[in-house]
Each structure stands twice: as C-alpha cells, then as structure tokens.
C-alpha cells in the first residue's frame, strides 16, 4: 500500500515496537507527488483525498499503521518464590534448585547477583537462573537477582531465601 505523503508525516513508536504515521500531501495547484513512503507485510493504511468545495486544489493524507514482529515488550522477572531449605540438603524440590522466571524481552537471557547475598553453598547459574547447591548456613537471605535480555534490556527481582537448620538442632538466635 501507498500513501502520497511529500509533508509532515510523523512516526510514534511504542515500546512494543509498533508504528502510527500520519502524513500529508498538500500540493495545492498541482498533481499529487510520488509516494513519499510506502509499507508491505501487515501494516495497514488508510489513505483519504480531500476535496474542498468552492474550487479549491485537493489535499490529500493519510493515516498508517505498520505493526512490527512482537518482540515481547520488555524483559520481566519473578522469584517465583522460592522455597526454604536445609542446611546440608541439596536446595529445591529433589535438589535440583530453584529458577528466577524471566519472560519479555529477547532471549537468551543473562542473570546476575546485583545485591545482598545468596545463601552459603548456593551458587546463581547465570546462564539459566537456577540457583542451586547445598547450603552450610541457617539464616533469611535477602538478594537481588537481574536478568538482561540480548538487545540489552534489564528488570531486577528483589528474593529472599530462608535456610533452616536439619530436623532436631537448636538453632540458637537464627530468627526468619
């Protein structure tokens, strides 16, 4: 689709990566130009000529719509939270860890501790977000995990995990 345009078109971009143009094409006295621009694939135009009364030369415009592949909208992450754990005892359910839930954005994604502290004997896997091991202290730990996406985009997830002591100690002053 086409739409003659040679004046004032302006573009919106949202953070969906969709286009709005609205253009014009104000050739008084004269024939209408060369499209100015044009779009294919799913946009849609709506192109409209107006014809004054009294003589007047036309004018015409256009309103445009171009809707780019969806890349997710920005990259989100969630603690999903975790479950506490066991001094001694491979973390999460069968021992397997646990898995910061990032979704948005463009994969692959990237984690990293950016704040407070995992549990001792836990370790983030930066690559997949799984945080996993067996844990050597009892205590709530408090940490801050982000993911980045490929085209850079980053969100934080503010966690915390609270690690027991095995069944049958006392575990002095540890409070949750």
Same mark, same amino acid.
């Given at each position: 689709a086409r739409c003659n345009s040679a004046r004032g078109a302006v573009a #919106?971009?949202?953070? #969906?990566?969709?286009v709005f143009i609205v253009g014009g094409n104000y050739n008084?006295? %004269?024939?209408?130009?060369?499209?100015?621009?044009? +779009?294919?694939?799913?946009?849609?135009?709506?192109? +409209? +000529?107006?014809? @004054?009364? %009294?003589?007047?030369?036309?004018?015409?415009?256009? =309103?445009? *719509?171009?809707? #780019?592949?969806?890349?997710? %909208?920005p990259p989100q992450l969630s603690c999903d939270n975790p479950p506490n754990g066991t001094i001694g005892v491979a973390y999460? @359910? %069968?021992g397997l860890g646990h898995g910061m839930v990032a979704s948005g954005?463009?994969? @692959? *994604?990237? *984690?990293?501790?950016?704040?407070?502290? /995992? @549990?001792?004997? =836990?370790? /983030?896997?930066?690559? +997949?977000?799984?945080?996993s091991g067996t844990p050597t202290f009892a205590g709530k730990f408090l940490f801050t995990i982000e993911v980045t996406d490929s085209l850079g985009g980053t969100a934080v997830a503010n966690c915390s995990i609270a690690i027991c002591p095995p069944a049958g100690t006392s575990s002095g002053n540890v409070f949750y």
């Open positions: #919106f971009v949202n953070q #969906f990566l969709d008084y006295g %004269g024939p209408p130009q060369a499209p100015y621009w044009s +779009t294919s694939g799913s946009g849609v135009i709506v192109a +409209t +000529t107006l014809q @004054p009364a %009294g003589g007047y030369p036309s004018a015409s415009g256009c =309103l445009a *719509y171009q809707d #780019f592949p969806y890349l997710g %909208g999460g @359910p %069968g954005g463009t994969a @692959p *994604y990237t *984690y990293a501790l950016v704040g407070g502290i /995992l @549990p001792p004997g =836990l370790t /983030l896997n930066t690559s +997949t977000g799984v945080i």
